[in-house]
C-alpha cells in the first residue's frame, strides 16, 4: 500500500501501531471525536485488509467455515463474522459485504494476507476464488445521523454498516440490553477504489467534509464497548469474553470450525475471562497502555495492624482512551471469578491507576438456558 494522502492534510499526526500508516489525529483529538460522533467527519482506515472472494459458490463456501450464517446475503446487506480454531478461539474478525457478485471481506491490515492465503488453501475443488486486493481498495469510516455518508462515494462503492448496536436474532448478548453503552453505535465503513483517498483528503483541504483521526474513533469505540480484533484478541480469546455472541455469531448455526465451543460456553455460562470497561482516575494524567496489568486489592476482614491489602494481577488492559465526555477508559480482559465490586488498580508507567469497573461481560454469566443446545453436527434450515 502507497502512503496515506490523509497524511499531508495540516497537522496530521501517523498513529501507532495497530493504527500505523494513517492519522492518530490532525490536532485535536477532542473535537475530531465530537465532529466524529456528530456524523460531520470521515476517519481514514486505508491501512485496513481487504479481501474479495468470487464465484458462484462464494457465499455457501464461506457460511460453512463462518461463525455468521453468510448462505443467504443479500446484495448490500452486512454482516460480521468470525473465524476460530478447532478450539473456538478467535483468528480472524471480518466485515462482510456482498454486492451480488463478490463478498468483500474487511479486517486489520497486517491479518489479510494470513487469512487470504488460509482461504485459497481451503477451496478444493469449489468454484470460488479469493483475492487480497487491499492495494487496490481502501476502507473509510465515518458515523453519519442517517443512511447516508458524511462525504460524496464513487458510484459502485459499498458501505458496510455495524450491527453492534443490537443483539441480533439468532446472537447472544452477556451485557444487558437497557442501558447498553452501544446502543447509539452508529459506524459504517465504506470500501471504495484507493485512488480516490486523494479526492477525500481535497475535499477535506477545501472544508466540504472534515476529517477526525484513528483516536477519535478509538475512544468512541471503548465507550460503545465495541472489541476489536487488533486490541481485544489473543491467542485465548473466546467470542463469549468479549460480548461478540451478539453480533458475529449465528447460534442457529452449526458447522464450522469451533462450533462446538461455542456452544458448550453458551450452555454453560461460564466464559474463562470477561471485558469490562474501566473508568480510570485522571488525575496523574496518565492514560494506560495496552499489555498494563489491572490488578485487584482484596482487604482481609479482619487485617493485622498495618498489614497492606492483597493484591492479584486480575487481568491486562487491552484499549484505553481520553474520551471527550467520560475522560480517561479503558477496555480490559479480566479472570471471570473477579468480583464486580472489587477494587481494581491499573498498574501502569510506574504508578497505581484507581479504576472503577463496568461489567460488560457480568461476573455472574448464567447458561443461556433459552437458546437450544446445538447438535454436533446440523445445517441451517
Known amino acids: 500500500m502507497t502512503g496515506s494522502p490523509f497524511l499531508a492534510l495540516p497537522g496530521a499526526v501517523v498513529g501507532d501501531p495497530p493504527d500505523a500508516g494513517v492519522a492518530a489525529h490532525y490536532g485535536n483529538p477532542m473535537v475530531e471525536q465530537r465532529r466524529l460522533e456528530e456524523g460531520r467527519a470521515i476517519v481514514d482506515l486505508s491501512n485496513r485488509g481487504v479481501i474479495t472472494v468470487t464465484g458462484p459458490d462464494r457465499r455457501s463456501w464461506l457460511n460453512s467455515m463462518a461463525s455468521r450464517a453468510l448462505d443467504h446475503l443479500a446484495p448490500g446487506?452486512?454482516?460480521?463474522?468470525?473465524?476460530?480454531?478447532a478450539g473456538g478461539h478467535v483468528e480472524h474478525a471480518v466485515h462482510v459485504v456482498d454486492d451480488g457478485e463478490r463478498t468483500w471481506l474487511v479486517l486489520e491490515g497486517d491479518a489479510a494476507p494470513a487469512l487470504?492465503?488460509?482461504?485459497?488453501?481451503?477451496?478444493?475443488m469449489l468454484r470460488v476464488e479469493v483475492a487480497d486486493v487491499s492495494d487496490a481498495f481502501a476502507v473509510v469510516g465515518a458515523m453519519p445521523r442517517?443512511?447516508?455518508?458524511p462525504v460524496g462515494l464513487p458510484e459502485g462503492a459499498l458501505v458496510w454498516r455495524d450491527p453492534w448496536r443490537?443483539?441480533?436474532p439468532d446472537g447472544y448478548g452477556y451485557a444487558p440490553e437497557l442501558g447498553h453503552a452501544g446502543a447509539d453505535w452508529r459506524y459504517v465503513e465504506a470500501i471504495v477504489p484507493r485512488?480516490?483517498?486523494?479526492?477525500?483528503a481535497a475535499a477535506a483541504r477545501a472544508g466540504t467534509v472534515e476529517v477526525a483521526g484513528a483516536l477519535a474513533l478509538e475512544a468512541l469505540r471503548v465507550a460503545a464497548w465495541r472489541p476489536r480484533s487488533a486490541t481485544e484478541v489473543d491467542d485465548r480469546t473466546l467470542p463469549h469474553e468479549l460480548d461478540w455472541l451478539r453480533s458475529a455469531v449465528d447460534l442457529h448455526k452449526g458447522c464450522y470450525r469451533g462450533q462446538e465451543t461455542v456452544a458448550k460456553v453458551v450452555n454453560l455460562g461460564r466464559p474463562p475471562r470477561r471485558l469490562v470497561m474501566l473508568h480510570l482516575d485522571g488525575s496523574d494524567t496518565i492514560l494506560p497502555k495496552p499489555?498494563?496489568?489491572?490488578?485487584?486489592?482484596k482487604v482481609r476482614p479482619e487485617?493485622?495492624?498495618g498489614e497492606e491489602p492483597e493484591r492479584r494481577v486480575v487481568g491486562a488492559i487491552t484499549s484505553a482512551a481520553m474520551h471527550h465526555e467520560l475522560g480517561p477508559i479503558a477496555l480490559a480482559v479480566i479472570k471471570r471469578s473477579v468480583p464486580a465490586d472489587l477494587e481494581l488498580i491499573v498498574e501502569s508507567?510506574?504508578?497505581d491507576v484507581a479504576a472503577a469497573q463496568v461489567e460488560i461481560v457480568p461476573a455472574g454469566a448464567a447458561a443461556a438456558v433459552e437458546v437450544p443446545r446445538l447438535p454436533r453436527l446440523g445445517i441451517r434450515p
Request: hydrophobic share 45%; no cysteine.
Open 195 to 200: 485512488e480516490s483517498l486523494a479526492d477525500f
Open 349 to 351: 508507567h510506574g504508578i
Open 166 to 168: 443490537q443483539v441480533l
Open 291 to 297: 499489555g498494563d496489568q489491572v490488578v485487584g486489592r
Open 303 to 305: 487485617p493485622a495492624q
Open 146 to 149: 442517517g443512511d447516508g455518508f
Open 77 to 85: 446487506e452486512s454482516a460480521e463474522a468470525l473465524f476460530l480454531d
Open 116 to 124: 487470504a492465503s488460509w482461504l485459497d488453501r481451503m477451496r478444493f
